[in-house]
């Protein structure tokens, strides 16, 4: 069996409603969401027996509670099969970020261990293993952008999403995705959400009308715990993003640009703040499988 390495995207919430909350604890959403070429490179091996994973710089994740180590585990309880593998994660997308680096590294493993173990689980086995790993594993499976509903497993490909780059403003602190979550009152974001019922892109065309219909119900509450989530958007809009919000649960901040040459200008021109990372990012408009190279 070869070693796979796999480039692991991450993603951004153009778009993001919290329409109820369920009684298992998850949150029914209804969100437009888009993989970005910021990567994780997971590279999944045989060895031996057992799971082994290594995060070099991270060694919080180089054990069992790694959701990539969950991914291979349930992929071997599933298919009944018996190898053993070497999972290492080279993390580029920043932990805690709302940018779903953990989600993709998981599915990056599920594709690998498909590849690897000649027993690969049922289409739909597959996609059920990813739901019970998180609710934006299965998005990852074969990245692109999605309409996503339910707690994030209802897909529905969106073929027609106009091009679009962006500056990630990434900070030096997490939020609790449990706490944002909590503090979010249901009542309002029914009354601002509009019509739940109409795909998050109808009638949209260029840039423009993408940047005037950013939304995330969770951006009010990230700012209250940060207000600076708020400032910082606001840095990106007068630097030149044509729009600009928080993804997820926070507190990472996107800011949406036509181009790589109006971005890298987005870039130089925003005020750099201590502890910040900036990056800028191609969105990818187009769905693919994972990007696996064999050796």
Known sequence: MKTLTIQAPAKINLTL?????????????????????????????????????????????????NLAYQAAKSFLKETGTRFGVKIRIEKKIPLESGLGGGSSDAAAVL??????????????????L?????ADVPFFLNPGPC?????????????N????WVVLACAPFGLSTLEVYSRLNLALTKSTSGDTGVS??????????????????????????????GEVCDELLQAGA???????????????????????????????????????????????APLCDAT
């Open 17 to 65: 409603r919290v329409l109820s909350r369920r009684t298992d604890g998850y949150h029914e959403i209804d969100s437009l969401m888009a993989p970005v070429a910021l990567f994780d490179t997971v590279t999944v091996e045989p060895a031996g027996e057992g799971i082994r994973i290594d995060c070099p710089g991270h060694p919080d994740l180089s054990g069992p509670a």
């Open 111 to 128: 594709a690998a261990m498909q590849q690897l173990g000649g027993q690969s689980p049922r289409e739909a086995a597959a996609f059920s």
């Open 130 to 134: 990813a739901a019970g790993l998180g």
């Open 147 to 159: 309409r996503c509903r339910g707690i994030g497993e209802i897909l529905e490909p969106i073929d």
């Open 161 to 164: 999403l106009v091009p679009f």
């Open 200 to 229: 998050p892109i109808s009638a949209w065309g260029g840039l423009e009308q993408l940047a005037s219909r950013l939304h995330n119900d969770l951006q009010e509450i990230g700012e209250e715990l940060q207000p600076v989530i």
């Open 242 to 288: 044509a729009g600009a919000s928080m993804t997820g649960s926070g507190p990472t901040v996107f800011g949406l640009c036509r181009s790589k040459d109006r971005a890298e200008a987005t870039l130089a021109r925003v005020e750099k703040r201590e502890g910040w990372k900036y990056l800028v990012a191609k969105g990818l408009t187009s769905r693919t």
